[in-house]
């Protein structure tokens, strides 16, 4: 534990010395709220809910994810400061760990300042507080589950282009299994939409906790955590 | 402190190191010399854990590097080929993580950084980004880092590589004071750098240790270790036979229109050559030191290992 608190908050600390993790969060912010404000304004302020904001923010995260994650290993390989670190009495999966929390970090501090969605919202209006809440859980999940896949793809990779595209299609790809599955028939059907990281999400957005849905979040983000670990390993072996 | 036992490595097809053992005692400071791609780095890489052997063992102390790979880390500091910086960092900023990765509570990291930035000569850039340093400054946050957790075991890869005369007397001078009190592995392909801090020699050549001994056993290996070139104003022949002629000089050659004079490492011809040219009425137009024949005792102790099979 020791180990993951000294190098995810030098990981928390690079982000707050880069320009990178502002630039994301500046067009997060941007474009989610101008999803918020015009779904606002095309349902005349009849409906006081985040929908606006929660339809687009989902997919907004996995690009967030991947831009967000792409230095993390990637960058240590390129710089040489792999060696440091694989050579320092740290364990694999501390590393990894890390760096994932460091991300997470970054990712609640910008799903914190669109907190001002709802605070307007009470302001002005009379939301659904319930929904709301399940709502960011959900993009918790979602954020940690492709922060997951973006460290797994930085760790395969000393170009941080090329993580940054891996880690993209990889969530693309989990994103439009919920489309494709719409047109494949029956069973293969529902498979592949318990497989998309977008058909969960719904649930969250009525105010639904399904466990199924947290299962397959953190399944997903552990299965991509043990890769990157494994990668690690492998690189040891030249 | 250090023991290496059938190590191999292979990429692929290409043996990187093949199948060498060797050890280090403790407080020994040992030289692992070797020409570029000799396979000096892949081994210390094995050593620090941050490659796994092929094949063989590794014992840092009494820990094998395949069981107990972190225990062992615990006890080596490591400088790599190039200095592993996070170029958006202070020195003291690097240097704090360092020691925290290590295992050092704050107030001792603390402690530490003040006393590593003084030996290392930092002591006024502590708050500098290491991305502006300069490359012999950056190699001095390498060391800095290496032995920032007082390890008892130091592996250092080429310490003195890319940084100027000035920066390397004092590198070895730090690296003698180091040694006094820990075991020290140093990886060169600079003879004279060997001879000034080892008390033992590693050669290694493709993969294979060439030859392993104290450095004043070595010096049979080593008689091609220093060389001159003179200009002479005088009868080529005659004047490499007079030459010969000199106790101190084991050989020379002439190669037009200059004489190259080998000797061993520990003698100094240079006034006996001198009389000579008197002697004969000969012009000595130039006498310089014509660089370190490393290249040569390679290729002599290939050789001679070529030779025996």
Same mark, same amino acid.
């Given at each position: 534990?020791?180990?993951?608190?000294?190098?995810?908050?030098?990981?928390?600390?690079?982000?707050?010395?880069?320009?990178?993790a502002?630039?994301?969060?500046?067009?997060?912010?941007?474009?989610?709220?101008?999803f918020f404000?015009?779904y606002?304004?095309?349902?005349?302020?009849?409906?006081?809910?985040l929908?606006?904001?929660l339809?687009a923010?989902?997919?907004?995260?996995?690009l967030f994810?991947?831009?967000?994650?792409?230095?993390?290993?990637?960058?240590?390989?390129?710089?040489g400061?792999?060696?440091?670190?694989?050579? /320092?009495?740290?364990r694999?999966?501390?590393?990894?760990?890390?760096?994932? /929390?460091?991300?997470?970090a970054?990712?609640?501090?910008?799903?914190?300042?669109?907190l001002?969605?709802?605070l307007?919202?009470?302001?002005f209006?009379?939301?659904?507080?319930?929904?709301?809440?399940?709502?960011?859980?959900?993009?918790?999940?979602?954020?940690?589950?492709?922060l997951?896949?973006?460290?797994?793809?930085?760790s395969?990779?000393?170009?941080q282009?090329?993580?940054?595209?891996?880690?993209g299609?990889?969530?693309?790809?989990?994103?439009?299994?919920?489309?494709? /599955?719409? @047109?494949?028939?029956?069973?293969?059907?529902?498979v592949?939409?318990?497989?998309?990281?977008?058909?969960?999400?719904?649930? @969250?957005?009525?105010?639904?906790?399904?466990?199924?849905?947290?299962?397959?979040?953190?399944?997903?983000?552990?299965l991509f955590?043990?890769?990157?670990?494994?990668?690690? %390993?492998?690189?040891?072996?030249? | 402190?250090?023991?290496?036992?059938?190590?191999?490595?292979?990429?692929?097809?290409?043996?990187?190191?093949?199948?060498?053992?060797?050890?280090?005692?403790?407080?020994?400071?040992?030289?692992?010399l070797?020409p570029?791609g000799?396979?000096?780095?892949?081994?210390?890489?094995?050593?620090?854990?941050?490659?796994?052997?092929?094949?063989?063992?590794v014992?840092?102390?009494?820990?094998?590097?395949?069981?107990?790979?972190?225990?062992?880390?615990?006890?080596?500091?490591?400088?790599? %080929?190039?200095?592993?910086?996070?170029?958006?960092?202070?020195?003291?900023?690097?240097?704090?993580?360092?020691?925290?990765?290590?295992g050092?509570?704050r107030?001792?990291?603390?402690?530490?950084?003040?006393e590593?930035?003084v030996?290392?000569?930092?002591?006024?850039?502590?708050?500098?980004?290491?991305?502006?340093?300069?490359?012999g400054?950056?190699?001095?946050?390498?060391l800095?880092?290496?032995?920032?957790?007082?390890?008892?075991?130091?592996?250092?890869?080429?310490?003195?590589?890319?940084?100027?005369?000035?920066?390397?007397?004092?590198?070895?001078?730090?690296?003698?004071?180091?040694?006094?009190?820990?075991?020290i592995?140093l990886s060169?392909?600079?003879?004279?750098?060997?001879?000034a801090?080892?008390e033992?020699?590693?050669?290694i050549?493709?993969?294979?240790?060439?030859?392993?001994?104290?450095?004043?056993?070595?010096?049979?290996?080593?008689?091609?270790?220093?060389?001159l070139?003179?200009?002479?104003?005088?009868? /080529?022949?005659?004047?490499?036979?007079?030459?010969?002629?000199?106790?101190l000089v084991?050989?020379?050659? @002439? %190669?037009?229109?200059?004489?190259y004079i080998?000797?061993s490492?520990?003698q %100094?011809?240079?006034?006996?050559?001198?009389?000579?040219?008197?002697?004969?009425?000969w012009?000595?137009?130039?006498?310089?030191?014509?660089g370190?024949?490393?290249?040569?005792?390679?290729?002599?102790?290939?050789?001679?290992?070529?030779?025996?099979?």
């Amino acid at each position: 534990m020791r180990n993951i608190g000294i190098i995810a908050a030098k990981e928390f600390r690079s982000y707050l010395n880069a320009p990178m993790a502002y630039v994301v969060t500046a067009i997060f912010l941007a474009l989610s709220g101008t999803f918020f404000a015009t779904y606002l304004a095309a349902t005349n302020y009849s409906d006081t809910s985040l929908t606006g904001f929660l339809n687009a923010a989902g997919f907004l995260i996995l690009l967030f994810a991947a831009v967000l994650t792409m230095r993390l290993i990637a960058e240590e390989k390129k710089l040489g400061t792999f060696e440091f670190l694989l050579t /320092a009495p740290v364990r694999d999966v501390e590393i990894v760990l890390a760096k994932f /929390a460091g991300s997470v970090a970054v990712l609640t501090a910008m799903l914190a300042l669109t907190l001002y969605y709802p605070l307007l919202l009470i302001v002005f209006g009379d939301p659904d507080l319930g929904p709301i809440a399940t709502s960011y859980f959900g993009l918790l999940l979602i954020g940690g589950a492709s922060l997951a896949v973006g460290v797994f793809a930085s760790s395969i990779t000393s170009n941080q282009i090329v993580a940054a595209a891996v880690a993209g299609g990889i969530l693309f790809g989990l994103w439009f299994l919920g489309t494709a /599955a719409r @047109f494949a028939p029956g069973g293969l059907g529902e498979v592949l939409s318990y497989l998309s990281l977008a058909d969960h999400f719904p649930d @969250f957005v009525h105010g639904i906790i399904d466990t199924r849905a947290i299962v397959y979040y953190l399944s997903v983000t552990a299965l991509f955590l043990f890769l990157a670990v494994r990668s690690i %390993e492998t690189g040891r072996w030249g | 402190m250090i023991r290496v036992k059938n190590l191999t490595k292979s990429y692929r097809e290409r043996l990187a190191v093949d199948d060498i053992s060797f050890a280090v005692g403790k407080g020994e400071i040992v030289g692992f010399l070797g020409p570029n791609g000799a396979g000096k780095t892949t081994t210390m890489r094995m050593l620090t854990g941050y490659l796994m052997p092929s094949c063989g063992e590794v014992w840092i102390g009494e820990y094998n590097m395949a069981a107990e790979s972190l225990a062992g880390r615990r006890l080596v500091g490591y400088l790599p %080929e190039t200095a592993p910086l996070y170029t958006d960092m202070t020195i003291r900023g690097y240097l704090t993580y360092a020691a925290r990765l290590r295992g050092l509570d704050r107030k001792r990291t603390k402690a530490r950084i003040d006393e590593v930035v003084v030996t290392c000569g930092l002591a006024d850039y502590v708050d500098v980004i290491l991305g502006k340093l300069s490359r012999g400054y950056r190699q001095r946050v390498g060391l800095a880092q290496a032995i920032v957790h007082e390890p008892e075991v130091l592996i250092l890869d080429e310490p003195t590589a890319g940084i100027d005369p000035i920066q390397v007397a004092q590198t070895k001078a730090l690296i003698t004071e180091l040694g006094k009190d820990r075991t020290i592995l140093l990886s060169t392909h600079i003879l004279p750098d060997v001879s000034a801090i080892c008390e033992r020699v590693i050669i290694i050549n493709k993969g294979r240790i060439l030859a392993e001994d104290r450095i004043d056993n070595l010096s049979d290996t080593m008689k091609a270790g220093k060389r001159l070139r003179l200009t002479v104003d005088g009868p /080529a022949e005659a004047v490499s036979e007079a030459l010969s002629q000199i106790d101190l000089v084991l050989s020379v050659t @002439f %190669e037009k229109p200059h004489h190259y004079i080998d000797y061993s490492f520990d003698q %100094e011809p240079q006034a006996a050559i001198t009389r000579v040219m008197v002697e004969h009425g000969w012009t000595l137009l130039a006498m310089e030191p014509a660089g370190v024949g490393l290249e040569d005792i390679f290729l002599k102790l290939a050789d001679d290992a070529g030779s025996i099979h």
